[in-house]
Each structure stands twice: as structure tokens, then as C-alpha cells.
């Protein structure tokens, strides 16, 4: 935020006016032009590693719906290349907003890979950075200069975001995490147990997930750069945590009492409180982005459906009546927009639900199974699990079920949850 | 003359009763001799086969090679029901019987769902089975402390197909030997 403060000082009248923009409707709001990047390499392994540099530089632009990127043939219309002095007017003509130019240098095994973007109505430079890293770092640092440029139009920088998921790949079910483009695929148990349903702090240390290490299913927190886990939660069934937006209370279902109650734990204290008092399974609780509600399904109608109620318990109420069987709900960012599953002859696909208007949308088709949606954190895409190719593999698509891509190959991976960032009001 | 006819018709009648007698019996006795070896191996089964020679058989074994031999046998359930079906009591009934004559062992009871489920119903679901099984057990007699419980939700299906078959397969509460 102090850094964007700062561009707002610098480029006062600038930034006010691209920072309303808005990307509303999938309408992508910035064309951006990003003429090949400037490669001055030495080794064979730097140019791969530039090369990579650009290609994860430009699919992050291309996948984030808040960038239009122009198309290679639009891009060849414009013949003066210096990346020094940018001809912004041509760039103008052929219907860019925005240019990126960037340059990748290597230097003592290392690259520095700079860029810079400018209006070209204006003619403005708006934003220069540069990184400089090993080699093996090039897919992060072009991810952070997306990041950078999505902070600029005050969009939430998701390019260094990831994906926690579970997978069967090496026999048993255990944790793994990656990027968000299924980039850097990554193991982190080996209990040989059984692990399940993943969820993440939003510092981005954590994950809260479910552990059959000792027989029964244990809620644990798994605090990645310290590789140490803590128990939370034991006795009974243990399942679907999620984090408050300050990472100090974890929502879970215990089954303790008998039944799956949804029980809040506080870091803090170390201490549990049981919300809900029912004789029904409920289950999935979720933070609403603003702390003050809380989403779970429960199925005290007889079948699991969704409900709302404040972060007390009180003031529950019903929000799904269509289908018979809704579950595994995920907030939006925006707080207005939530998906779920849906059971339609023992199928499920995903449906969104705008809670202000109660409007339904449904969003994967097809007969397989589409389980466990869960937003990005900007809310322009959702991640799940689905057997559509026979096993169970995960796949992105954007919010209006555009886009659909793979990320996983080998075995069975599921449960996917994506990474947060603080809500800001 | 005449108590010599006598004699001879005398011997002659008993001879041909003895024939007839003979014939009578062959007829009559094969049917009620293998009547009687039926009533007799059924009787002999029951005391001597089962519990005094399993008994030993268990303390020789490992837990493993127990539950391999599968004593006690699983039960199906309904599509998203956990109720005892009234065709899987008998077999609660067997598995009864088998755990009332080994007193020392205990059971570990795992609720498993078919995949039409999300896997956080599943979840409970599975709990469900394995504890309305428990409540099976203990209401015939078992000892509650006896039974462990837990739910593996659609983790671990028996048969991986996408039918009906499959489902009723996977829908079923296991038991597995923990101490002996």
C-alpha cells in the first residue's frame, strides 16, 4: 500500500485517472502492448532461462483478464523497436494503452531483468522495475513484475500467488503446493498417512489441513518455511479449516460432540468455541471477507445445503433452494459472489451465486465430477478438482467458466485451495 | 408221517419267512442308515469346529495375517443412508457372534461412502455408517470400548467404476482387528 501511495504522489494526475478503471463483465479494461523483450545473454542456460523469463511474463498478462495484450500480428504493425524511446505514438495506433518494454541481462550466472511501462496517450513513463536473481528464479521474477503492474491499476496482485492441493502421485495422499500456473509442483508431508483439505493463512505461511497421521482425521497447521506442524483439533472427524483475514481464528467441523459442529480456534489463546448447536452435519465453514459472517453448508434439511449466519452463530438462514444437494461453498473477494457445488444425478458441477441478488450461474458443465472450487485471490478465477479426463486432475478456469486450463498430470490431484492476500476495505 | 410233513412245512414256511424277511430288510434299511449318518455329522459339527480351534489359531497369528483371513465380514449400505440394512443383520449377527467368543479383540470400524458425495460429506457420512454399525454391535451386547471408529469418507473405494455396482460396493462399514 505505501508503495502505491507513493505512485500516487509521483503521478498524481495519472494514476487517479487509470486507477477507476474498472474490470467489470470480463471486459479486459488494459490493452497492453509487450514487444519482444531485449535479451542480452551470454550462456546457453541464460537464454533459456530469459526466454522462459518472457514466456511466464506474458501468459501471466494473457491469463489475468485485467490485461489485453495485443496479438503477435498487431505487435509486428510496429517497426521502431528501440526500447530506449518506445514510439508511443505508433503503439497508439495500433490500440495500446500500455507498453511494457523489457530487457533480461545476464551477469555472473545471474539475470536482471528490468522493465518499463508507459501511457501512450500521454507519452508518460508510468512505472519502471528491475530484479536480479539466479537463473532458477526467472518464473518468479517475471511473476513479480506482473504483480507490479496489476498493484499499478489497483488490482490484486495474484501472479505469485499459489495453490496448496492433494495428490496421490507417490502412493498415499499427502500435501503438496505450486504456483498458481501449476508451476514448481512441490511435496510437503510425507506422513504416510492420509492428508485432506487444504486451506491457507493469508501471510501465506500457513496451511490448515486434515492429517490421518494417527489413525482419525486431525486438524494441523503446517507452517511451510519452518516445516513444523501444530494440532490443532483431535478426536472425532477434523475437517474443512479456514483462516480469519489476521490469521488468528481458524473456522473447523469437529465431530467431537458426536455430530460435526462448526467450532472456531483461537491462536491467541489456544482456545476452541463451538458455534453451532445442531443435530445435523454442518460442515465447510467460511470466513466472509469481511469477518463478519460466516458461510457453511449443513444439512439439517435433510440434504447438505448452504447457509449464512453471523461470526457469533446466531442469525442462520438458508441461501441455496435450488438442487438438492449443495455443498463446499467459497466466499469471493468481493464478498457478494460465492460458488459451490451442486449434485445433479451424482454428478457435481460448479455454480455461482451472487448473495444480493440470489441470481444462480452455473459454471462447468459436462458429466464428471467438478469438486472444490475456490476463488483466487482477486476473484477473477477459480481453481478446482476434476475427474473429467478419468483421474482426478486440477484445472483454472476464470469466473465465467472461460479459459479452462490444466495444472496437474501424474496421479490423482485433488482439493485444490488457492492462496490469500489481506482484505482490504 | 404226519409230524414229519409237519416239520418239513414248519421248516420250509420259516425258510421262506427268512427269504421274505431278508428282502424287507434290504429295501427298508439303506434310506434310514444314511437318515441317520446326516443327523449325525450335523451334530458332530457344531461342538467341535469352531471356537476352540480358532481361538488357538488367533493367538498364533499376527494381526495382520487376522485380518487377512477375514473373520468378520463388512456391510453395504444404502445410497446416502448409514441405517443397518435388515439383509446386512444377519451379518452383524455372525460378526457378533465371532467377537462375543473372543472377548480380548478389539475392532477398529471404517465408514466408506461411494464418490457421489462431496468429500466433506463423505466425511461425516462415513461416520455415520461406522457408527450405526458400533450402535449394532453394542446393542447386542458388545462392549462399547471395545470399537474404534473412523470415517475414510470416498478416499479408499473397493472398485473404482463409475456404476451402480461400483457405488454398492463402496458403500460399506469394514471392520478391522486392532488388538487380539
Known sequence: MRKFALFFLIFGLFAQQEITIKIKGGVPAIRIAVPDFVRKVKTERGEMSALELEDTFKSDLS??????????????????????????????????????????????GKLRFSGKLYDTRTGNFILGKSYYGDEKFSRLMAHRMGDELLKFFGQSPIFTSKIAFISDRDGNRELYI?????????????????????????????????????????????????????????????????????????????????????????????????????????????????????????????????YIMDKDGSNVRRITFQGSYNASPCWAPDGDRIIYVSRIEGKFNIYLFYLSTSEVIKLSSGFAMNENPCFSPDGRHIVFSSNRSGKYQIYVMDYDGKNLRQLTQMGNNLMPAWSKIKYRR | MKKLALGILTVAFLIALGGCKKKQEVKVVPPISKKAEKKAEVVEEKPIVKPAVEEENIEAMSLEEINRKGYLRRIHFDFDKYNIRDDQKPILQRDYLWLSSHPTVKVLIEGHCDERGTEEYNIALGEKRAKATRNYLVSLGISYDRIKIVSYGKSRPIDPGHNEEAWAKNRRAEFVIIAK
Open chain 1, 63 to 108: 491469463f489475468s483478464r485485467v490485461f489485453d495484450p495485443l496479438s503477435p500480428s498487431l505487435l509486428s504493425l510496429v517497426k521502431n523497436r528501440n526500447p530506449e524511446k518506445p514510439d508511443l505514438k505508433a503503439w497508439e495506433s495500433v490500440g495500446a494503452t500500455v507498453v511494457f518494454v523489457g530487457k533480461v541481462e545476464e551477469k555472473d
Open chain 1, 178 to 306: 505450486m504456483d498458481y500456473d501449476g508451476a514448481n509442483q512441490i511435496r510437503l508431508t510425507y506422513t504416510k498417512g492420509m492428508e485432506m483439505l487444504p486451506a491457507w493463512s493469508h501471510d501465506g505461511e500457513k496451511i490448515a489441513y486434515t492429517s490421518y497421521r494417527r489413525g482419525t482425521p486431525e486438524l494441523y497447521v503446517r507452517y511451510i518455511y519452518e516445516g513444523k506442524d501444530k494440532l490443532i483439533a483431535t478426536g472425532g472427524s477434523n475437517i474443512t479449516p479456514d483462516f480469519s483475514s489476521d490469521d488468528n481464528l481458524l473456522l473447523y467441523s469437529s465431530s467431537l460432540p458426536g455430530n460435526p459442529e462448526i467450532y472456531i480456534y483461537n491462536f491467541r489463546t489456544e482456545r476452541k468455541r463451538r458455534i453451532t448447536f445442531s443435530h445435523a452435519a454442518d460442515l465447510s465453514p467460511k470466513w466472509s471477507p469481511d469477518g463478519r459472517k460466516i458461510l457453511f453448508t449443513s444439512d439439517r434439511s435433510g440434504y447438505p445445503q448452504i
